[in-house]
């Protein structure tokens, strides 16, 4: 049986040390090591970062952040209804030149990608904008 807890918060720069609170312990809760915890926040403090100043701007709503683990793989969804997002229109961030030269942003995505194994976007009508990560870790000992 797969453990699930859910944080359903405003979307406010101010709630990101709650988010990161709240995947921790559920990280924690699920036996990741501190380096898989350390990465699965990183990657959840991006996409929260990223779904509170563009999907709602200075739009008041709420940011709902799932995290589940199946005894294989720990998964977070983080679901909005601020402006739909689409990831393929980001360009692959250039890493060879001068860091003067480069194009500022769209590393967010990027370092999702590279923090984790697997990275989904869905939009919804109805829905609203869903992510869902994944990061692969495998069954572990029961925690006595």
Same mark, same amino acid.
């Given at each position: 049986m797969p453990h699930r807890c859910e944080l359903k918060i405003?979307?406010?720069l101010n709630n990101l040390e709650k988010i990161a609170n709240f995947v921790i312990e559920a990280a924690e809760q699920a036996g990741l090591s501190d380096?898989?915890?350390?990465?699965?926040?990183?990657?959840?403090?991006?996409?929260?970062? *990223?779904?509170?100043?563009?999907?709602?701007?200075?739009?008041?709503?709420?940011?709902g952040?799932?995290?589940?683990?199946?005894?294989?793989?720990?998964?977070?969804?983080?679901?909005?209804?601020?402006?739909?997002?689409?990831?393929?229109?980001?360009?692959?961030?250039d890493l060879s030149s001068p860091i003067n030269e480069r194009r500022v942003g769209g590393l967010g995505v990027f370092f999702m990608r590279k923090l984790m194994d697997e990275?989904?976007?869905?939009?919804?009508?109805?829905?609203? *904008?869903?992510?869902?990560?994944?990061?692969?870790?495998g069954p572990r000992a029961e925690v006595q």
């Open positions: 405003d979307s406010d380096h898989e915890t350390f990465e699965v926040q990183m990657a959840v403090d991006e996409a929260c970062t *990223n779904v509170i100043q563009y999907a709602y701007g200075e739009e008041a709503g709420d940011v952040i799932a995290c589940e683990y199946d005894g294989e793989c720990f998964r977070v969804t983080i679901q909005d209804h601020g402006k739909p997002f689409d990831p393929d229109s980001i360009p692959e961030p990275i989904h976007f869905e939009l919804d009508d109805a829905e609203g *904008n869903r992510l869902t990560m994944v990061k692969k870790v």
